[in-house]
């Protein structure tokens, strides 16, 4: 691991020295990760009065929408929080990450972040930092105070922790803690398995705000960020309780599942509490909004049925999958990749020999991959059709319409980017990111499994999930910023904004703006020279099989990775 140029014991010195002038407008922040959150559900709630904490940092600060990226999916966006940049940049844009060269499928994780976040900036320039729970920081790395990786780690015997020493006491302290537990469902569960799910999540929240205090009074901290994942997974399985369409269905469901958000919001409280205390402000944010599920979009079976994706026979895909599973019963602890590309293969078996495209995973969007001979080893589309064949497939793409429950005809691919447009990037030096990136409607979450005949499969209403949505949530409060004014932010604005705030340089190239409209008197705005993070030097700790298997089982659980 590079080394960094910071101590502890020179810190306030040096974050005074590279502040500039001293008068600037924050001396601290705490930072409220709220995953999936959207003002869709605070809102009503903080109307009635449930969750007050919030409500008071909302009316008394400023607040709106934050658009999430694309796709808004937690790794790509709180990445794109942590480096103030995009996923062109930082490399991020989902659970997953096709390796056209290995041709294979595989996680990713901290390490793989191309640019510096947050965490290294401000360690640098002395600042005190503290990252709880945060997503895509495992394995946690070296910072000027405490870090604890969030859901992606993929076991708590692992080391989670910065400083490592940290993980002991945290498992003193909590001898059951993990991330492993799942949405527990069981056909005679009812009402009671019900209340334990919610109940696991509340004490999750309970345990982000004890932590915060523990870790806080015994590293310190100028910056500190709380996240609580569990507000997202509670929105997947509870949406249809939450939408005012459904949840008079099951009012004491609904009750009960709000009951969680009013938890949230003591937690909250309490946070703001810590907060004052440290004479920081707050910022609330989210990475994505979330909505109602309606239902899944199959792109691999419109290219299927269009000529350009072929399956194998079903002799042959039976003999893959038992292949498979003896694969994984017995070489579970080499990364071969035959285990890597276990996601693909089990779910659809593809025959690579006479495929032009296909979707090789997808997370609320879809990744296209064009079968390119020379990039992939199994590829048979000459480099000279390429981008013939992309702009065919995005135009029949974009021309796909659907028939909605209620009858309405609608585009199931309102965008269709060539990834290096939307991003502003260059291919060549991005090989790992897909030819297209597929938006669907609102509402429709992309698989890349072909099931049925249907391009998209309706959910029925009354068994509706939520699934994500690009507008997340912002608030912030405190000394220096202004009141009761309603904004919107991208989230790659937040990180440059924290920076500014805190008087610090913004480097010059992050993607985000600084959002002056928060500060309640104009503020100088110093930029910095871009400084890339050593990628090279850094260390590439590939998961193992073992630990993307569980990982996978995790993020299946939450409906991601179909
Ligand atoms: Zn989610």
Redesign the pocket.
């Known amino acids: 691991m590079p080394k960094a140029s910071f101590g502890a014991s020179t810190l306030s010195r040096e974050a005074s020295a590279t502040r500039s002038g001293g008068n600037s407008p924050f001396r601290r922040v705490l930072v409220i990760g709220l995953?999936?959150a959207t003002f869709d559900v605070l809102g009503p709630l903080m109307d009635r009065g449930l969750m007050p904490h919030l409500k008071e940092l909302v009316t008394g600060g400023v607040s709106g929408a934050l658009e999430s990226t694309k796709p808004p999916?937690?790794p790509a966006a709180w990445t794109t929080f942590m480096t103030g940049k995009g996923p062109g940049r930082h490399g991020i844009i989902d659970f997953l990450r096709y390796d056209p060269d290995a041709d294979r499928l595989q996680f990713n994780n901290h390490i793989e972040i191309r640019e510096k976040t947050i965490w290294e900036i401000l360690s640098e320039k002395g600042v005190r930092v503290g990252s709880l729970n945060v997503p895509m920081t495992y394995p946690p790395r070296r910072v000027n105070g405490f870090m604890i990786s969030g859901f992606d780690t993929p076991s708590v015997e692992l080391d989670f922790t910065y400083p490592r020493e940290l993980k002991d006491e945290i498992l003193r302290r909590y001898p059951d803690y993990t991330h492993e537990k799942k949405w527990q469902r069981h056909p005679l569960g009812g009402d009671k398995l019900f209340r334990q799910n919610l109940e696991y999540i509340c004490q999750s929240f309970d345990r982000g705000y004890e932590l915060a205090r523990f870790c806080g009074d015994r590293y310190g901290w100028d910056v500190l960020m709380v996240l609580f994942k569990l507000v997202?997974?509670l929105?997947?399985k509870t949406w249809r309780y939450l939408d005012p369409r459904t949840a008079h269905l099951n009012p004491r469901r609904s009750e009960w599942t709000i009951g969680c958000f009013a938890r949230l919001d003591e937690n909250i409280g309490k946070l703001v509490q810590l907060a004052r205390a440290h004479g920081a402000v707050v910022f609330v944010m989210s990475d994505?909004g979330?909505g109602s599920l309606e239902g899944k979009a199959q792109p691999n079976l419109l290219l299927r049925d269009w000529g350009y994706l072929k399956l194998r026979d079903r002799l042959e895909q039976a003999r893959t999958r038992t292949s498979l599973i003896v694969n994984r019963l017995f070489k579970k602890k080499n990364g071969s990749p035959a285990a890597g590309n276990h996601h693909l293969e089990h779910e659809l078996a593809v025959d690579w020999s006479r495929t032009q495209a296909c979707v090789m995973h997808a997370g609320i969007y879809g990744f296209l991959y064009v079968n390119l001979r020379g990039r992939q080893p199994r590829g048979i589309v000459d480099p000279a059709d390429y981008e013939r064949v992309r702009d065919e497939l995005r135009e029949a793409l974009l021309a796909s319409r659907c028939r909605t429950p209620t009858g309405e005809q609608v585009p199931i691919f309102p965008e269709v980017h060539r990834t290096e447009e939307l991003y502003g990037c260059r291919r060549d030096e991005q090989p790992w990111l897909p030819d297209l990136l597929l938006v669907p409607a609102p509402g429709l979450a992309v698989v890349k499994k072909i099931r049925g005949f249907s391009a998209v499969r309706w959910m029925p209403l009354r068994r509706m999930e939520g699934?994500?949505r690009v507008d997340g949530v912002f608030a912030a409060n405190g000394t220096g910023i202004v009141r009761g004014e309603t904004i919107r932010a991208g989230i790659a604005d937040v990180t440059p904004t924290l920076l500014a705030g805190l008087g610090l340089p913004v480097p010059a190239d992050m993607e985000g703006r600084v959002l002056r409209e928060i500060f309640d008197r104009p503020i100088a705005v110093e930029y910095e020279p871009p400084q890339s993070r050593d990628v090279a030097a850094a260390e590439k700790p590939m998961l193992t099989a073992e630990d993307e298997a569980v990982l996978a089982s995790r993020l299946t659980d939450?409906g991601?990775l179909e």
């Open positions: 995953d999936g999916i937690t997202d997974n929105q997947h994505h979330h699934t994500h939450l991601y």
